[in-house]
């Protein structure tokens, strides 16, 4: 029976769509009757979590019939150490999705705008929508890259949030912090930016320190522990902002969003920067590798700076279709208007080395 009422109760689900994510390991085996599958498809860490954040949930599991610390004492202490911040200025979330969605909802309403990259990150639009406000999205100069000036003409006196991924996802693409700053001083002051820096660990390098190098009053930099930390599964991220905005994104917090396990983790992860940087130097020099063999097919797609590449081809969903027959699973990039494209998450050399030679043989039958 259709419940037909439930869409005025909430008039703004009107056209809005659950995330769909990768598509799970055990889902292609099923969907295959295959015995093993390499998932390419959600921008994880092949590698797994640190030893020592494994060690601390191990520790950490025997404690869990008690709530975890609602407000992340110890974690925002030691990420305010990390960053050279008060630890007012930590908002912390259940993985960095929560963080963006409780900025958006908390800054943007009926009536407001929020300005993004057509083919930003689809989170953007998708916390838009659900919190009833308009999202407007800027179509990218070039197909790939943000176009800032674009950003600049969508802003009206409605405009509540701009969010910018850097590096983005899924176009890959990097934008220096001389150009974001150059951005950033165009805005008006009460405007949130939210320069989301999920994969600032790829290139840390070449970006430098974000959090003190951008000056705006309603910065926010959000960070993940799901890509180069490899606790994607522990679903735990954060961000670095005026202790003003954290307070009030707090007000919308739920009481004990970020597990016990997701805390333990990500405290010992940031203990074992070695390993954190050895997993960032190995995905690096694999994913040049993939971009590689991507152009010595005619598919490369763009370059990246994240952990993940891109193919190119006017028949992407053959291949994909072709990649999944032999277990390999890519990312299709539809949902964000990118028919031609697949993306394809740097695995470990092994499982890269798979998806390059399938891909070679596939592309010799096409
Ligand atoms: C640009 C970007 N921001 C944020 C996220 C959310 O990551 P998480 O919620 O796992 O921290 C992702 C995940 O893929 C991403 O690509």
Redesign the pocket.
């Known amino acids: 029976m259709r419940i037909d009422w439930l869409a005025r109760c909430v008039p703004q689900t009107e056209g809005l769509y659950p995330y769909v994510p990768g598509k799970p390991v055990e889902t292609l085996l099923r969907e295959k009757g295959l015995q093993r599958a390499i998932k390419l498809a959600?921008?994880e860490n092949p590698y797994g979590p640190s030893p020592l954040a494994i060690k601390a949930m191990q520790q950490a599991a025997t404690e869990v019939h008690r709530y975890p610390d609602g407000d992340a004492n110890a974690l925002k202490e030691k990420l305010a150490a990390f960053h050279a911040v008060d630890r007012q200025q930590i908002l912390i979330?259940?993985?960095?999705?929560?963080?963006?969605e409780l900025l958006i909802r908390s800054f943007a309403g009926v009536g407001d705008e929020v300005v993004y990259a057509q083919r930003?990150?689809i989170?953007y639009a998708l916390a838009t929508q659900a919190a009833g406000a308009s999202g407007i999205a800027v179509p990218e100069a070039d197909g790939l890259t943000h176009d800032l000036d674009g950003m600049v003409d969508a802003l009206s006196d409605r405009t509540k949030v701009v969010c910018i991924?850097n590096?983005?996802?899924?176009t890959g693409t990097l934008l220096s912090n001389a150009v974001i700053q150059a951005f950033l001083d165009r805005l008006p002051r009460d405007v949130v930016v939210i320069i989301?820096?999920?994969?600032y660990d790829f290139v840390a390098d070449e970006l430098g320190d974000s959090v003190h190098v951008l000056q705006h009053p309603g910065l926010v930099i959000?960070?993940?522990?799901?890509?180069a930390y490899g606790l994607?599964g522990c679903?735990?991220?954060y961000a670095v902002a005026d202790a003003q905005i954290v307070a009030l994104v707090n007000r919308f917090r739920e009481p004990f969003n970020v597990s016990l396990l997701a805390q333990s983790a990500a405290l010992a992860a940031l203990d074992d920067g070695a390993w954190v940087k050895a997993r960032v130097a190995e995905t690096i020099a694999e994913r040049d590798k993939l971009e590689a063999g991507l152009d010595a097919l005619a598919l490369l797609g763009g370059k990246s700076f994240?952990n993940f590449v891109l193919l190119r081809h006017h028949q992407s969903a053959e291949i994909l279709r072709r990649l999944e027959d032999q277990g390999i699973i890519p990312r299709p990039l539809a949902a964000y208007g990118m028919v031609d494209y697949l993306r394809i998450s740097v695995g470990t050399a092994a499982e890269n080395a798979v998806f390059l030679s399938a891909l070679n043989r596939l592309m010799n039958g096409l």
């Open positions: 959600s921008n979330g259940n993985g960095s999705n929560e963080v963006l930003g990150f989170v991924a590096p983005n996802n899924p989301d820096e999920a994969y959000s960070r993940t522990f799901s890509k994607a679903r735990i991220g994240a």
